[in-house]
Nanobody
Framework: QVQLVESGGGLVQAGGSLKLSCETS????????MAWFRQAPGKQREFVMA???????SYADSVKGRFTISRDNAQNTVYLQMNRLKPEDTAVYYC?????????????????WGQGTQVTVSS
């Protein structure tokens, strides 16, 4: 069985930083592109960032220059470093895995999902 487990969320002040982790198991990690999505209360899920096994990245305009995605293929883990956080970044953050191997921005292209971790940014 495939499992994706996010961690590292919390409460931070605007302008601060936070690093999220997503540990995976039950899949051949190097065969999957990994991505981060987020969903705020009352809003649709939105794409944040994605990375292929080889390190090709894609970004949402709202976070480019502030967030960085990376992966450790030896540890089967993907990370999201978030800097200069804003209140509008407040959301539940989810990681996802796509066997197609491209850094896609569409949630429907991802096969596996974690349960999410809450990020709250105060003003």
């Amino acid at each position: 069985q495939v499992q994706l487990v996010e961690s590292g969320g919390g409460l931070v002040q605007a302008g601060g930083s936070l690093k999220l982790s997503c540990e995976t198991s039950g899949l051949t990690f190097r065969s999957y592109a990994m991505a981060w999505f987020r969903q705020a209360p009352g809003k649709q899920r939105e794409f944040v960032m994605a990375i292929t096994s080889g390190g090709t990245r894609s970004y949402a305009d709202s976070v480019k220059g502030r967030f960085t995605i990376s992966r450790d293929n030896a540890q089967n883990t993907v990370y999201l470093q978030m800097n200069r956080l804003k209140p509008e970044d407040t959301a539940v953050y989810y990681c996802a895995a796509d066997f197609a191997g491209l850094p896609l921005a569409r949630g429907r292209d991802y096969e596996y999902w974690g349960q999410g971790t809450q990020v709250t940014v105060s003003s």
